[in-house]
């Protein structure tokens, strides 16, 4: 018995819906991005020997038999990837499905016969979840690791690797990566303000700082780099160094309101009331509704009689 599953006729109908959800993985004709499932599958064989953590891939390869109607094939791929993993209840699933289609009805349920029948219908426990994620992410990391001993200056599976460390919060690891990328290409943008994004989530300003100015020197108009570094001045009220961003921020975007705001609060706060007024108006004469933003700031307040607000 199931568990949760008394009757044999639901077994099989929740097990012909799981089917019919991997069957829907399929890439259909006008799918150009994909390989043919020769391809794939031809792909994944070569993979098999070189990977250690083997479970996840001989799934894959199960599956991919599964979508060819190798049915035979897909069994043996997938029985050895549940004596590796026998705690990830995908595999069980998938086993008991291939066996069902195959028409073994008794191998069938001794396959899951301990799967709860939340899983075959997709709600899960969460845990069951995690287990396959992990599993994974460690066949992702290792496939990327091969690939770069193959090519070490590979960009393309450096920036790979790169983005899955970052996806799966292993920041310093995804740093090393964009930093082998700056050591291939010093002028690599992407990688300079990644690694600034990146070092900020570590908490290291004085790092970010450091790589979105590189970045800056290939991109001085960037608005988002611009605004990001202003507001990390902002925020150590180091108003000369803002001052320097805010003046470059102001040669490409004249006209921005949140520009001549910033500038507004900056010479204000070094004491440049002329200028900071000056900035003020200007704002106002672009955008009247920063009013209430100007009026919230107290060191606006005395420079306020100074303007001219339209109604």
Not at 140 to 148: A, N, Q, R, T, Y
Request: aromatic letters at 10%; a negative charge.
């Amino acid at each position: 018995m199931i568990n949760g599953i008394s009757d044999e006729k639901i077994l099989f109908t929740v097990l012909e819906a799981y089917g019919q959800n991997i069957e829907k993985q399929l890439p259909t004709e006008t799918d150009n991005d994909y390989a043919s499932p020769e391809e794939k599958l031809a792909l994944l064989l070569e993979l098999l020997p070189k990977i250690t953590k083997k479970a996840y891939l001989l799934n894959t390869i199960g599956i991919s038999l599964f979508q060819m109607n190798r049915l035979s094939e897909a069994i043996v791929y997938m029985k050895q990837a549940v004596s590796i993993d026998p705690h990830i209840t995908q595999y069980k699933c998938n086993l008991g499905l291939f066996y069902y289609r195959m028409g073994d009805i008794e191998k069938a349920i001794k396959s899951i016969s301990d799967v709860d029948i939340l899983w075959l219908k997709g709600t899960s426990p969460m845990q069951e979840l995690y287990d396959l994620y992990d599993a994974q992410e460690a066949f992702h990391e290792e496939v990327l690791k091969i690939l770069l001993d193959e090519d070490p200056e590979s960009v393309y599976v450096l920036n790979n690797l790169a983005s899955f460390y970052s996806e799966t919060e292993k920041y310093r690891d995804a740093i090393d990566c964009y930093k082998r990328i700056l050591e291939l290409n010093p002028e690599n943008f992407s990688s300079l303000t990644n690694i600034a994004l990146l070092s900020m989530q570590l908490g290291d300003k004085s790092r970010a700082r450091l790589y979105f100015l590189k970045a800056l020197k290939l991109d001085s108009s960037n608005y988002l780099i611009l605004r990001i570094l202003v507001r990390m001045y902002l925020v150590d009220e180091d108003y000369q160094r803002a001052l320097t961003i805010l003046d470059q921020s102001l040669v490409h975007y004249p006209d921005e309101p949140d520009v001549l705001l910033d500038l507004a609060y900056v010479t204000a706060n070094l004491n440049q009331d002329d200028k900071a007024t000056d900035f003020l108006q200007k704002c106002l004469n672009i955008a009247p509704e920063y009013f209430l933003r100007i009026d919230r700031e107290s060191i606006f307040h005395p420079l306020l009689k100074n303007l001219d607000v339209k109604s």
